[in-house]
């Protein structure tokens, strides 16, 4: 056995070992809303998960929502939701460019305690829609990371 080889399988034992795994790609997340501490708040949660890499941006106008999913090419658009906001335009524009095909779009408003999940499916028009109700910070944390099983639905679905 080659020197190199003994040393690759050693780092291999030691990161089993430890409970390390190597560094997995970052899930890129997009927030979108009004610059207010609310959405301060969930913006300074987002920035403390290694695992995530978010950008921020604020809300003006449904088309520039668009612009920003293009620019940006998120996996997750979680937008803070305002009265001024027209959510249905938001899932039209979505579900009809190829840019936010396999989007997740998580909607938090300061109106209600629960998280509404949208889920584009490959730009066909096909929006499969959830809530999470009562919502904590793990809720909300699991559904941006993808990995929301277990979580209890809103009573009504």
């Known amino acids: 056995m080659s020197k190199i080889n003994h040393s690759t399988e050693n780092l291999e034992w030691q990161a089993e070992r430890t409970g390390f795994r190597a560094p997995t790609k970052r899930r890129r997340v997009l927030l979108i809303g009004k610059g207010n501490a609310f959405s301060d708040g969930v913006m300074n949660l987002l920035s403390r998960c290694p695992n995530l890499s978010v950008s921020r941006t604020s809300h003006t106008q449904e088309a520039a929502i668009l612009g920003q999913v293009t620019q940006h090419r998120p996996e997750v658009l979680v937008l803070i939701q305002s ?10 524009l979505l579900s009809a460019t190829q840019a936010a095909s ?56």
Do not use: C, Y
């Open 102 to 157: 396999h989007l997740r779009l998580v909607v938090l408003s300061l109106e209600n305690t629960g998280i509404e999940i949208h889920e584009v499916r490959n730009a066909i028009k096909e929006i499969q829609s959830s809530h999470i109700f009562p919502a904590t910070v793990e809720d909300f944390l699991r559904v941006v990371n993808k990995d929301w099983h277990a979580l209890p639905q809103h009573p009504e679905q």
């Open 83 to 92: 009265r001024a906001m027209d959510l249905d335009n938001i899932l039209i």
